[in-house]
């Protein structure tokens, strides 16, 4: 588990308590195609583990029931599989987490999950990116469309003399 930490960009911690079996296996599957994993473990062992990681965790924090999230891709996505369960069912809370080595409360946790994915990111993006683009080349257009313009009206005139 130590070294499943080390490779983990995320690491989230939350109280399941209230999920049926079939809620966690679902809730794994979910954690697990978001590039993540979803590990129940004894308390005793994740602060074994979080103290060999030198990552410190208040005492009061590791009680009653607790799951563990690793996000190995991104590292958020696995944290709104997390958000979304509990908005579904009302379970897992969240508890604690890191994102690295920094300590995230459950707020950070919640505001983490709110922030769009790394597609619509990347979309956003892109779209901003080219926005600029866009408006250059209407611009070189609208010239464009204005010249033709111009050079039609003077051939209508210019016909209208001729005849």
Do not use: C
């Given at each position: 588990?130590?070294?499943?930490?080390?490779?983990?960009?995320?690491?989230?911690?939350?109280?399941?308590?209230?999920?049926?079996?079939?809620?966690?296996?679902?809730?794994?599957?979910?954690?697990?195609?978001?590039?993540?994993?979803?590990?129940?473990?004894?308390?005793?062992?994740?602060?074994?583990?979080?103290?060999?990681?030198?990552?410190?965790?208040?005492?009061?924090?590791?009680?009653?029931?607790?799951?563990?999230?690793?996000?190995?891709?991104?590292?958020?996505?696995?944290?709104?599989?997390?958000?979304?369960?509990?908005?579904?069912?009302?379970?897992?809370?969240?508890?604690?987490?890191?994102?690295?080595?920094?300590?995230?409360?459950?707020?950070?946790?919640?505001?983490?999950?709110?922030?769009?994915?790394?597609?619509?990111?990347?979309?956003?993006?892109?779209?901003?990116?080219?926005?600029?683009?866009?408006?250059?080349?209407?611009?070189?257009?609208?010239n464009i469309r204005n010249l033709?313009?111009?050079?039609?009206?003077?051939?209508?005139?210019?016909?209208?003399?001729?005849?």
């Open positions: 588990m130590v070294e499943k930490i080390k490779s983990a960009k995320s690491l989230t911690f939350a109280n399941y308590h209230g999920l049926t079996a079939g809620q966690i296996a679902q809730l794994r599957a979910k954690v697990k195609d978001a590039g993540g994993e979803f590990l129940v473990e004894k308390n005793t062992l994740i602060k074994l583990v979080l103290r060999t990681s030198k990552l410190e965790v208040p005492k009061e924090q590791l009680t009653g029931p607790t799951a563990a999230i690793l996000s190995y891709e991104d590292e958020i996505t696995p944290i709104k599989q997390i958000a979304q369960s509990n908005k579904e069912v009302g379970s897992p809370t969240f508890k604690f987490g890191f994102l690295g080595k920094d300590w995230l409360d459950p707020t950070d946790l919640e505001n983490l999950a709110k922030i769009p994915g790394r597609d619509q990111l990347n979309a956003n993006l892109v779209g901003a990116l080219a926005s600029p683009i866009y408006g250059i080349v209407s611009t070189l257009q609208a033709v313009y111009v050079l039609d009206q003077v051939a209508q005139k210019n016909k209208g003399l001729v005849s």
